[in-house]
């Protein structure tokens, strides 16, 4: 079972030609270990995924296996629309040791039935020995993993857990889980506060990258019982991506890594950059919370 806390989704620096900056990859997921991360994600969804040229996906693997030196989980995004995509992306990562596990997402360029949904799962678990989570994402597949598929999965014995931001499936996981390692990840930053009094200690974010003091001063006051103070500084953390996503979140995002340090271009490479105007005003807000 993963430990408690919270995972971040990092974010993947490139060059204007999609190559990965992995000393700026490497600075931010140390920073993130550094604030109390129990785990960092390779290639999630702020982490563009199905962004990454084939020809850079294991350089990223390898430059974080190299600086978390198995302080934390690592865990790594492998989503893909066919078994035989998967199956290559498996065949390379199955030759790291410094991998624990990895997460897919339903296929996103077709629509498929909740039967096809679970055969995909069922197939290329079986495709690695590694530790495998479910990611429930269901705002960019437009599939819903549902409570039902979970708990067939389960039976797997290398799916050991699922990331959603659906309350009230984690809620039912929790309550009634379906093996004893299986972990249930939250992923609902708006309500991480209010999952946690329930018991929701594992979750994950990609907006926590651009925010790593934030983050900390949440999981020390969880930590320590400061439930008010966790909460005071997750108001903050939300409030300032709001003001993100109003600006344009993958350029804002972008600006927001760079002010940090982090050189690289954190978005879609298609993607028009923002005003100065809405630059200053993400400025502002990282200031406000301390962060710059």
Do not use: H
Not at 90 to 97: A, G
Not at 129 to 157: F, G, Q
Not at 202 to 216: A, N, Q, R
Not at 261 to 275: L, S
Request: proline share 3%; aromatic share 10%.
């Amino acid at each position: 079972m993963l430990k408690k806390g919270f995972y971040t989704a990092v974010g993947t620096p490139m060059d204007s030609e999609g190559a990965i900056l992995t000393d700026s990859y490497k600075r931010q997921i140390d920073d993130q270990i550094k604030a109390g991360a129990s785990g960092i994600l390779l290639y999630g969804t702020m982490g563009m995924g199905g962004c990454v040229k084939d020809s850079e996906y294991a350089r990223g693997i390898e430059a974080a296996i190299e600086v978390i030196d198995s302080r934390v989980t690592l865990l790594v995004g492998a989503s893909e629309n066919s078994l035989a995509r998967v199956r290559d992306k498996f065949d390379m990562m199955n030759t790291y040791d410094g991998i624990d596990g990895i997460v897919m997402t339903t296929p996103y360029y077709f629509g498929m039935s909740d039967a096809n949904i679970v055969n995909f799962f069922e197939k290329t678990a079986v495709m690695t020995d590694k530790d495998y989570y479910l990611y429930d994402i269901m705002p960019v597949t437009n599939l819903k993993i549902k409570y039902e598929m979970v708990a067939e999965l389960a039976k797997i014995k290398n799916v050991k857990g699922i990331k959603a931001g659906d309350a009230i499936m984690i809620k039912k996981l929790i309550d009634n889980p379906p093996k004893d390692d299986f972990t249930a990840i939250f992923s609902n930053s708006d309500l991480f506060s209010m999952g946690n009094l329930y018991g929701m200690e594992w979750y994950l974010d990609g907006i926590f990258s651009c925010m790593p003091k934030t983050i900390e001063k949440v999981q020390k006051g969880y930590n320590s019982g400061d439930f008010e103070a966790a909460k005071a500084a997750l108001k903050n953390m939300m409030d300032a991506r709001d003001i993100m996503l109003g600006a344009g979140i993958w350029p804002a995002f972008t600006y927001a890594m760079n002010e940090l340090g982090y050189e690289g271009n954190f978005a879609p490479d298609y993607e028009v950059d923002i005003p100065d105007a809405n630059k200053a005003t993400v400025r502002k807000a990282l200031q406000d919370i301390c962060e710059l």
